[in-house]
């Protein structure tokens, strides 16, 4: 009985290895790369399974990788002509493909609410028509909005326009909170809404992963800050946002997570992993590819756009804040998806959309008594594609992956320890700033 146990078991292991049954070969694949993609556990791939099926796993990654070639963003449009050109061998907006010159800087394609008029209108509007101009500014910034439930909530709850449609703040973003009534036309229910500080977070849900996006209006407001111990140790991100008049700050740059007797995942969160950039200030040595890692830089530049490149390239002379990881998941609009980008993990990711607005999105994940292990990144490029990212990239996450939002965390942390209080520190991160007064 025991050697029929002992056989079927043995039977049922090399089938898992070797069969090319679909569904089994997809979890395979799911698999592998969740274990390859960490520090710490690499070894529940490379001690369990044969190293050809795992070196087999890896090769088709890096296949996956190289078939993108040197593919990298080259806006070119002016803001007010955001169609993009017939497609051609390398995806480009620019209307003269031959150039690269950058374009000039621009300001949001949604305007701020503003709600001036010229002194002969305001001799004849009265307090119903001014109201009436906000609001139609305030629809035209929000433009992801669903109307109804927007008007609905406002219905039940008058006091949010106690100082006008410009200065609307509703905020149920909290872990606490269960957030609000209203919906984007996407189908999202809304957490947040700041019209002053032109940002608004929306719940993203679906097989496995629950997370929040946060669509920041002003692209010149995000920056990549440092830690203030940037070198030797780091800091959680609500602290750096802090430190920095942020309202707004997800995680950004990897880091050297080893401590001083070797062992790794107990690093302090101070060395930055690859290369960064913030302010105009380098810091840190540029990633090299390796087992089916090809890395990418993520930069804004001075026009506050969005440009992805691979890390061999030298960094350009106007960017201003960097930072490197992989894949790159959507390049001037267009979605990069591959059967070998496959793992799930918490994520962090970071786009920019047709309007120019800067796309934040962080996923939990590897919580997996509540179902939650996380997703990969072809669902992260499509959830940014129904905001109209143009640019889009996935950077560190994992453990680290997390969001603040004026003065608290909305993401839970997948280290059960700080789940609820922002997790590991971290070098630097994404953050954008609140109006200057």
Not at 28 to 51: K, N
Not at 182 to 197: R, S
Not at 304 to 322: G, H, M, P, Q
């Amino acid at each position: 009985i025991w050697l029929t146990v002992i056989l079927c078991l043995e039977g049922l292991y090399f089938f898992c290895c070797y069969t090319n049954n679909a569904f089994v070969a997809k979890w395979r694949t799911i698999y592998i790369q969740t274990a390859m993609s960490t520090m710490r556990h690499q070894w529940l791939a490379t001690y369990l399974l044969p190293e050809s099926v795992v070196d087999d796993v890896m090769r088709k990654r890096t296949e996956s990788m190289e078939a993108l070639g040197d593919k990298e963003s080259s806006w070119g449009a002016k803001p007010e002509d955001t169609t993009p050109t017939a497609p051609e061998e390398e995806s480009s907006w620019s209307k003269e493909p031959e150039t690269t010159t950058p374009a000039e800087p621009v300001e949001p394609a949604i305007k701020p609410i503003d709600t001036t008029v010229t002194e002969m209108e305001t001799e004849t509007m009265t307090p119903e028509d001014e109201q009436a101009l906000a609001k139609e500014a305030f629809y035209e910034l929000f433009w992801e909005l669903d109307q109804p439930t927007m008007e609905a909530y406002v219905e039940e709850n008058p006091s949010v326009l106690d100082n006008g449609w410009e200065n609307i703040n509703i905020n149920e973003a909290g872990l606490d909170d269960n957030g609000t009534s209203i919906q984007t036309t996407m189908g999202e229910q809304v957490l947040a809404i700041n019209a002053k500080e032109q940002i608004m977070l929306v719940r993203v849900t679906g097989s496995g992963y629950r997370g929040v996006l946060a669509i920041a209006k002003d692209p010149s407001r995000l920056n990549v800050e440092n830690s203030a111990g940037v070198g030797t140790y780091g800091q959680l991100t609500g602290d750096i946002a802090s430190a920095h008049n942020g309202i707004l700050a997800t995680t950004c740059s990897g880091f050297i997570d080893i401590d001083a007797q070797g062992n790794w995942g107990n690093g302090n969160g101070g060395l930055i992993a690859g290369y960064a950039m913030s302010n105009g200030h380098g810091y840190g040595t540029h990633y090299n590819s390796y087992a089916g890692f090809q890395y990418y830089r993520l930069e804004i530049h001075e026009d506050n756009l969005i440009y992805i490149k691979k890390v061999d390239k030298e960094v350009s002379e106007d960017c201003r804040d960097a930072t490197e990881f992989q894949p790159p998941i959507i390049i001037d609009g267009e979605l990069l998806v591959s059967d070998y980008w496959v793992e799930t993990n918490p994520r962090v990711c970071i786009g920019q959309s047709d309007k120019y607005e800067m796309l934040l999105l962080v996923v939990e994940g590897r919580i997996y008594t509540e179902g939650i292990p996380g997703t990969d990144v072809n669902e992260c490029a499509r959830i940014l594609q129904k905001h109209n990212a143009q640019q889009a990239m996935n950077v560190d996450g994992g453990t680290s992956a997390m969001m603040w939002y004026d003065g608290e965390y909305v993401i839970r942390g997948s280290n059960p320890n700080t789940r609820y209080t922002g997790s590991r520190p971290v070098p630097n991160a994404f953050v954008y700033h609140r109006v200057e007064e």
